[in-house]
């Protein structure tokens, strides 16, 4: 039994909220919230029920012929409902943030509008069956996301909107190009089919599938942010933190990492790709990105862009665990695509708080901040342990499996990226705890807080708080419990095993 | 096959030329509109000559009567007392332009030549057979050259009624007068004076608006206010 | 190996046992820090109240029951917790000393909750901290005797080692956060290579216990180098000979209670760690792991002697115990080594081992709180006072009480094996423990004050103390494996002590040198050196790098100027192309026919 | 290619239904233009009225097409013989024709009820020229014989270049009457060249000239008088540079059906005619071809460096015609596989009809911006993201189908020809579509960013009528949608329809 209907029912709720978003007027508050909110429970219980379908083994599929030989289809497969639910959950927990993060702000109905919009476009990409759907949305990913970037409307929004622009459209540009050189060389491809079916290709057109390869990976790159075009991210941190932490945690970068995933295993298909050669590029690329972001944000000083830094570095894991070869880098790549967005999207969260709460964007200014707001900073530091790979937060796990996986691969120097990255982290983590809860600061009677607020009679806003509570408990459960059927190892395991994997 | 070419052709060829010559390249523009009245009048008679009284008709109430007002009315001089622009245009072009423009209208000619030579066999022994498709040529290329050439409204006007002229005549040398043809250039000839008419009127308000300065087109200080970082 | 239960126990009971164990201390942290929120920020607390006072209490329940295993499948990767003979008795002497360690603290604390209540913020901050990580530290340590499986482990091993931090950094002096610093540093340090050995042997043989890993090193490809790595990685906590900075740079500074269970259970936690990750006692390995085990001992016995040397140099007492500390830990690495250079004596060297261990934690955590006691002296006897503080080193080197029982312990299992050079060599290391235990009683006895005591404090001591001689008696070990030294054995075994003290005289005496000279910490300043050096390089580096790019960018601007500038020049034409358009229209067209003229010409 | 215009002579009955639908198709817009020069409507409702019976007949003839397939009628009328025919595409473009024509008649009043009064007093000759240009049009679409095609190709020109000289603005009026004259020339060369084909082969009906031409010199030389003339008159490069001060002084509704549809009519007659003549010639498509790619990166360029919205979007027209011109040598020229061929035409007008609307909405949208904002420069639009989010939007959604981002038409488009290229390994087309790609979007992303800033002080903006932003909303949406479903109109527009 195919319900055909599902998916495209889940992307137009949150379609559907953007445009009731836009036309309600720029001061009802009360039904725009209403809005945002029950379209995000609505598509969260939606994937839910496409996710449980997909355990019972239906492959939902809605499709129609676009032009001639070329279709769109939505299809809800395992890999697809791992991104789709990271981004319904997500969203819900970044919808609630923002309202308290942008009440009294002005061009919050644009702002809405615009976020729902992305998040559609991510739930399109999780949810494309074939590479032309999934180009379809990734493009409109790019486009709304560039009004969440200069929402502020400074010159140094505009200036990073610009380079925002730049890069992906470019890359957008080069992935479009692959696209057609592949519909061109073996036509209609859908992510549906066992095995790739380039392998006839092979013999007589190896370099035209590297080119194709490396175009189609190169532009995906350039949302992942992977060293040398990671340049857009670190500037994308002026937007306000909700759209970073989305930005960083959910759609963007995630789009990317899930692109080049889709291109690996259900394009190319793994074997081909190691065949070619390019899963060793892939991974050495994947490892000075890592390396590179660690120490780049050893030397930041905003809290902000060492944030962004350590996601440029956190979202190469994905990608290195794609191109380890095996069931275990394959289920690193996975899970780390979850536990990556959980943990960033609860940094970001915190980086908010203290700016909203405390006027606090510089890393000296957060002496003593564990005093004054002490869930936010035990939030940061469930984020932050899990980031460096430290157990039970779910960044050990994946750290876990990418060390195994790089054994079976046979490429055991990636475990020596992995631990000095693991160092490097700490690195420039533990500092920051260590002044949140061991240095003494305005909390105590030391100075005086960059621009202190009082949003609620908790330590802040009760909208900024209990999402960034949910999340880092959400990551520390999902490390706790990651043995669980359900978690998300459990559910990248069952993908890993059985799809992909001879 | 007759050898000489009948003389009234001949004759009526070289004045349409002439004339054409005349109206294009007279600087005081109100000589040259007379001149182009006298054109129209002998296009007429070249019409007549062709066997297609209706196109000598409307040659003469059209081609000669409403476009030679419409230019007398571009010119200020019809209604009597309206304000008058400067009756000579002294924007000279630098020669390089000119013999460019020279260049291309020979070119022109040979294009259309070449094609003529092609579908007129006639043509390709004795071109003297046929002076009125000659002079439609001449005239075309006259017209055409001259329209690139001049910067006066007014002159471009001129410029373009001798062309369309030009390309009548030499659809009808081709085509004879076959209903088609007739259809086509009684068209034309409607779209010309239409086309001179709107063009006189704006010619009329520009001078109205901006003063004799904006006739010339494609001035530097208009230029200069459209072109911006 | 396997000992009977010493009490027939059901699955479910060890099972909520071990639960209580593991959550009691968590829940109480959680206690304190609600008690603190509720009392507000005026509000006096009782930070270390009797609740807090049984963090350990259901931990030795546990041991009491017996022992048992709990598969938690849904736990992190798969868990496994299991009380073994090894794990049993290793939390039998951890839970006991963090108990009177956590008596200790009560008393040692008392001044500054005094302080607390009389409204001093810091004091409360200080003393909340504690209150709120020691059972943190507490759980992470009993965590890791309990796992079996490496996820459990290494969770139980980091979360030791952060909130350990904690305690370190308690007073929050300068030189508190020094040590604490290098502590946490190497701490790091330590994590990275372990997780680089777990990573490795875990993707080798693709295991997920601690036996399976065991297995697993001795059968792997490159399982020596893992087995180094993994050894470096828990010898950053055990304190090996190279690695041992922190120690002596951390005890001084920490509260005494702290450090005599950073010295008492937390640097064993590094010691269970080689036991529980490196195939010792397996017959069946390879040459590698028989160099393996040679360097290990050289190492051992290199930090058995030279910190002893180094030791008997420094001033703070406390400093003197680390010393005394990693040259102990050296023998034990020493005897580790055994299960890898004579493997099939190896089931005799562990129970030996373990009670060394176990005597060794609880002696040094005596003498560590002992310390405090000597700081606030009660109104008895002096002679009695010394003699009581000096018990504990007494037993240490060997000449009474459980060191005799364990010192003849484990001599008796080398003898087995003929090792007699190797025996020869730790007797002779404890000279180095008398020596080192004498000058710490002498600098005691130096920096001695009297009064201000409490009764927590004293007779938490003291407790400790009784229990540190008669170790053998309650440690759950077989009593075959703890025999009681014959008597004919005894000088044997004493010799070492009065050669020790005259050491530690002579070198009182004779030659004291500058702080200077010997700092504390010795090798850190080094290292800290060769850091900051390196960070330099690295800075340079990153500048000039910095200078490049910019100076790259700025003329990438420039010529974006430039172009932009010839772009806006070349647009300029297109008002040209206005004026022009007939002319254009003209030469198109004549072109075109040129073109199509060219194409059909036949060449 | 011929085929594909439907040029077939065929003996098939034409059904009698067809007729009226014609008629209305045809008449009815010059009718309802005199109407509305006598009762000037003030709203809208009426003019929406007046307009259904038009798109009605629109989707009747549709209809007929697609279950009757090709249809042909032949009018006499004393000697002369009037040649129509209807096939999918002819009523695709009619169908946007009558729709854009429409919308644009719906967006007048509104448009003058802002306009500066002084610009006013020749308001109600819009009306009539509006009904002459949607039927000369329409006509165009249809007309199969080269007579007809010149009548309607002089009335479309004519009325075109009246209604842009309405505002009676100096700019206008320089702009006006240069046009004008450029138009006429080119007008002139078009018939020079009916005039060598008629003298050569001695009819006028495309049908018939399929058959009978042949390669020489005359077909040469028509084809390139011809070429030259449309080309002219479509504003391809080098001789665009007429359009964009046009453009920027005519009122909003004029501008959007100008670069909407007339200069494209110049460009499908343009091809329709080489198709005929020189079906088999590469040269002159590879130069054309050429001249696009330049005419992307120019018209590019132009667009962004622009000072004024307008003028923006003017160019830009420029740059798209551009796209269109390079896929010349796919259609035109022997050794065109057919599968490419089929690719490179569907993706043709499929690129022409999301331009149409794209276009038509980005000036609809632009006049918003600059009605309510008061100033024509990109300058003024600081601050409008946050008063005017549905004129921007779009703005903006109509911009994604000019820049070809997915799901527009544009990007449907760009995804055939992109195909299609590929498959003939024509490299440089591919990287000047991408490049220009690119290029779009860096001219059409300055209007947001001057739109986002907040940091300067804000302006008066005038409140405009939602109507007028939802007309502009529906023209880009509608761009939008064709890309996502273009399957039905490209199957319309297979040859064998």
Partial sequence: MNAAWLPPMALSTSLLAAVVIFALPENAWRWRTGVNLGAALVKLTLVVLLGYRVVEGHRDTFRFPVVEGIDFVLRADALGMMFAGLSSLLWLCTTLYAIGYLEGSPNRKRFFGFFSLCVGSTLGIALAGNLFTFLIFYEMLTLSTYPLVVHRGTPKALDAGRVYLRYTLAGGTVLLLGVVLLYSL?????????????????????????????????????????????????????????????????????????????????????????????????????????????????????LKSRLAFSTISQVSYIVLGISLFGPFGTIAALTHLLHQGLMKVTLFFCAGNYAEELGIHRIDELNGAGRRMPLTSLAFTVGALGMIGLPPVAGFITKWYLGMGAVQAGMPWVIVVLVAVSMLNAMYFLPILYRLWFRLGPAHGHGAWPEERRLGHMETSAWLLWPMVATALLSLGAGLFAAMPFSPLGWATAVALGDYLP | MNATPPLFDLLLALGLTALALGCLFDRHLVRACIVFVGFALSMALAWWQLGAPWLALAEFSLGAGLTGCSLFYALGILPPGSPLPPRRDWFREPFRQAAIRAVLALAWMGMIGTALRHSVPVMAYSPIQQPLLLAGVAMSALGLGAFALHRHLLRRLLAFNVLGSGVFLLLAGLTGTVAQAQALIITGLGVAWLGTLLGAMLIRRLYHLQGAKALISDNESLRQKRSGP | MMLPDTLTSSALWFNSLLGLALLWPLLLSIKVMWRHVAA????????????????????????????????????????????????????????????????????????????????????????????????????????????????????????????????????????????????????????????????????????????????????????????????????????????????????????????????????????????????????????????????????????????????????????????????????????????????????????????????????????????????????????????????????????????????????????????????????????????????????????????????????????????????????????????????????????????????????????????????????????????????NVYGAMVHRLFITKASIVTRALAMETLLMKRLEQLLASDAWMRRHASGLMMALAVGLVALLAWENIPS | MSMRFGLVESSQMVLPLTYPALWVALCLPCLLGVLGAWLRPQRTWPILLAGLPLVASGIVLLMIVEQYGLQRWQLEWGKLTVQLRLNGLSVLLLLLTQGLGLVAALYTPGELRHADPAQRSLERWLWPLLGILISSLSLIWVAADLLTLYVALELMGLSAVAMLLLPGKVEALVAGIRYLLLALVGSLMYLLGVALILGHWDRLDLAGLVQVV????????????????????????????????????????????????????????????????????????????????????????????????????????????????????????????????????????????????????????????????????????????????????????????????????????????????????????????????????????????????????????????????????????????????????????????
């Fill in chain 1, 186 to 302: 073996a036509g209609e491809h859908s992510f549906a089919l066992e095995g790739s079916g380039l392998e006839v290709f092979l013999p007589d057109y190896r370099g035209l599938l590297l080119l194709i390869f490396a175009l189609l990976v190169g532009g995906l790159a350039v949302k992942a942010a992977m060293v040398p075009v990671h340049g857009w991210l670190p500037r994308a941190m002026v937007a306000p933190a909700p759209v970073s932490a989305l930005l960083h945690a959910v759609a963007v970068v995630k789009a990317g990492a899930f692109g080049i995933l889709r291109v690996v295993y259900d394009v190319f298909g793994i074997e081909l790709s190691v065949e070619l050669g390019m899963t060793t590029v892939l991974a050495v690329a994947a490892s000075i990105t890592i390396v590179y972001g660690s120490l780049r944000a050893l030397a930041q000083e905003e």
């Fill in chain 3, 40 to 535: 507000g920020d005026q509000g006096v607390v009782q930070y270390l109240n009797g609740w807090w006072l049984s963090a350990a209490w259901p931990a030795l329940g546990l041991v009491l029951v017996g022992n048992g295993q709990w598969i938690l499948d849904g736990w992190i990767l798969g868990g496994q917790w299991e009380l073994t003979a090894l794990s049993r008795a290793w939390l039998m002497f951890t839970a006991l000393l963090w108990a009177l360690a956590a008596l200790h603290a009560r008393g040692y604390f008392a001044h500054e909750q005094a302080e607390a209540n009389a409204g001093d913020t810091a004091a409360r901050r200080r003393l909340l901290r504690l209150a709120v990580l020691w059972p943190l530290t507490l759980t992470g340590n009993i965590l890791l005797i309990v796992a079996q499986d490496i996820a459990s482990f290494y969770l139980g091993f980091s979360l030791m080692t952060f909130a350990a931090y904690a305690l370190v950094i308690h007073d929050e002096s300068q030189r508190a956060v020094l040590g604490a610093h290098v502590y946490l540093i190497m701490a790091v340090l330590g994590e990275g290579m372990v997780l680089g050995g777990f990573l490795w042997v875990a993707g080798e043989a693709q295991v997920l216990t601690l036996e399976g890993l065991r297995e697993g090193i001795a059968q792997a490809p490159h399982g020596v180098a893992i087995a180094a790595l993994l050894w470096g990685g828990f010898g950053i906590k055990a304190g090996v000979i190279g690695l041992h900075v922190w120690l002596p740079l951390a005890h001084p500074v920490a509260p005494a209670p702290a450090s005599a269970v950073l010295s008492g259970a937390m640097i064993k936690a590094g010691l269970l760690g080689w036991l529980n990750v490196l195939p010792l006692g397996n017959s069946l390995l390879s040459e590698g792991f028989l160099r393996l085990g040679q360097l290990i001992m050289v190492v051992g016995l290199l930090a058995a002697f030279g910190a002893a040397i180094y030791g008997v140099m420094q001033r703070h007492p406390k400093a003197v115990l680390a010393y005394s500390s990693i040259s102990q830990m050296g023998m034990m690495t020493t005897l580790v080594a055994t299960g890898l250079t004579a493997p099939d004596n190896w089931h005799l060297v562990w129970p030996a081992l373990v009670l060394f261990v176990a005597h060794h934690a609880l002696a040094k955590g005596a003498l560590f709180m002992g310390t405090s006691i000597s700081e606030h002296l009660p109104a008895w006897p002096l002679t009695l006072m010394w003699a009581l503080l000096a018990l504990p080193g007494l037993s240490l080197a060997g000449t009474l009480g459980a060191g005799m029982v364990s010192k003849w312990g484990f001599k008796s299992a080398l003898y087995d094996n003929e090792q007699t050079t190797l025996i020869w060599l730790l007797s002779l290391a404890a000279i180095g423990t008398a020596a080192l235990v004498s000058v710490a009683l002498w600098r005691q006895w130096q920096q001695r004050q009297v009064g201000k005591g409490n009764g927590w404090q004293l007779y938490a001591w003291l407790a400790t103390l009784g229990l540190a001689l008669i170790t053998p008696v309650w440690l759950p070990l077989p009593a075959e494996s703890m025999p009681f030294p014959p008597f004919a054995e005894w000088p044997g075994l004493v010799w070492p002590l009065p050669l020790g003290v005259l050491a530690a005289g002579l070198v009182l005496t004779l030659w004291t040198p500058r702080p200077f000279i010997v700092p504390t910490g010795d090798l850190w300043w080094l290292y800290a050196a060769l850091g900051r050096a390196g960070a």
């Fill in chain 4, 214 to 497: 042949e390669a020489g010199p005359v077909a040469w030389t028509a084809a390139a008088l011809l070429g030259a003339g449309l080309a002219l008159k479509a504003a391809l490069f080098p001789l665009h540079a007429w359009l964009a001060p046009v453009h920027g002084n005519a009122w909003v509704p004029v501008s959007a059906l100008h670069a909407a549809l007339v200069i494209k009519a110049s460009l499908f007659i343009l091809l329709q005619l080489w198709s005929v003549l020189i079906p088999d010639s590469i040269f002159a498509a590879q130069l054309v071809a050429w001249l696009g790619v330049i005419a992307i990166f120019w018209g590019g360029g132009l667009a962004w460096r622009a000072v004024e919205l307008k003028s923006l979007v003017a160019y830009s027209t420029v740059a798209q015609m551009g796209y269109l011109m390079v896929v010349f040598p796919l259609l035109l020229g022997p050794g065109i596989s057919a599968s490419v061929q089929v690719l490179a035409w569907q993706g043709f007008w499929l690129y022409l009809v999301g331009h149409a609307l794209a276009k038509a909405a980005m000036f609809l949208a632009a006049g918003n911006l600059i009605l309510a904002t008061g100033k024509t420069s990109l300058q003024g639009l600081v601050g409008a993201s946050r008063q005017l989010p549905l004129s921007l939007l779009a703005f903006g959604v109509a911009s994604v189908s000019l820049i070809g981002l997915p799901p527009s038409a544009g990007f449907t488009a760009k995804w055939l020809l992109l195909r299609a290229m590929v498959m003939q390994a024509q490299w440089a087309w591919v990287a000047a579509l991408l490049l220009g790609t690119l290029l779009s979007a860096a001219y059409v992303f300055r209007v947001f960013r001057y739109s986002f800033v907040e940091t300067s002080p804000h302006y008066a903006f005038r409140a405009l009528p939602p109507w007028l932003d939802g007309l502009a909303l529906g023209l880009a949406l509608a761009s939008l949608l064709l890309g996502l479903f273009a399957y039905g109109p490209l199957n319309l527009l297979q040859g064998d329809r």
